[in-house]
């Protein structure tokens, strides 16, 4: 059983239940994530076995030191006495979805953490704390490799992102199939170019400027696909 804290204040928000101050120290050399079981211990020795429902998220100038959570809603404001010890009562690896492999691919070393991209959330930063994982940077991609050995550098792995990017990129290419089906199928149409280079778009009614490559590329209108036959008389 690891000692967390000592609760300071509790916040009882009616949608997600009593919020625990401080919050679970980011100096703890452990992973620490969602569901977790907790025990609290009361001042009276009385204990209530729970687990953690969520970290909340706090906005704050000064960096926090500690992560704070809430638990389950049943548990009110009234069962959580200011001095109450909080414990973590199990051993947790930091787990979203893909089992870490027990050594690296390379160098085998079992130096093995995980690849975390984006704005990492509370529970994130408690296992870049606790050594557990590494961020991957902001930038996501299609490519971006899910462990990263410390030892030898090595990266691999598929990241959590991918499936979604990949799913991402396939829809967004069939718009555009589609997209250039329709415009095929639409012909030709005809738009003048009024003053200042704007041209109002006969099929999508938006107006475009001729000489940003964002929108025409001489031939179609980038936005909606429709191909134009630009003139500077109106068109009859
Ligand atoms: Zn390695
Ligand atoms: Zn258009």
């Not at 001042?43 to 076995?49: H, L």
């Not at 792995?157 to 589609?178: F, H, Y």
């Not at 280079?197 to 940003?212: A, E, I, W």
Request: net charge positive.
């Amino acid at each position: 059983m690891q000692f967390l804290f000592k609760i300071a204040d509790v916040y009882f928000v009616k949608e997600r239940g009593a919020i625990l101050f401080p919050g679970v120290p980011y100096s703890l050399p452990r992973a620490v994530q969602v569901g977790a079981a907790i025990i609290i211990e009361r001042p009276d020795g009385s204990r209530i076995e729970t687990t953690i429902k969520g970290f909340e998220m706090i906005r704050s100038i000064v960096p926090l030191e500690h992560a704070p959570f809430f638990v389950p809603r049943h548990i009110g404001k009234s069962d959580l006495p200011l001095g109450s010890q909080v414990f973590l009562a199990e051993d947790a690896a930091f787990d979203r979805g893909s089992v870490k492999p027990p050594r690296c691919n390379a160098c085998s070393s079992p130096a093995v953490v995980r690849l975390i991209y984006g704005l990492p959330d509370a529970e994130a930063m408690l296992a870049v704390k606790g050594g557990q994982a590494i961020l991957g940077g902001c930038d996501i991609f299609e490519t971006a490799a899910q462990w990263h050995c410390t030892k030898c550098k090595a990266e691999w792995g598929v990241s959590e992102w991918t499936p979604i990017i990949r799913k991402a990129n396939d829809q967004a290419e069939a718009k555009r199939t589609l997209q250039d089906a329709e415009a095929l199928s639409r012909g030709t149409l005809s738009a003048s170019v009024g003053d200042g280079g704007l041209v109002r778009c006969p099929y999508c009614r938006r107006s475009f400027d001729v000489r940003s490559n964002m929108s025409w590329n001489g031939k179609r209108h980038k936005t909606c696909g429709t191909y134009l036959t630009l003139s500077t008389q109106p068109p009859r």
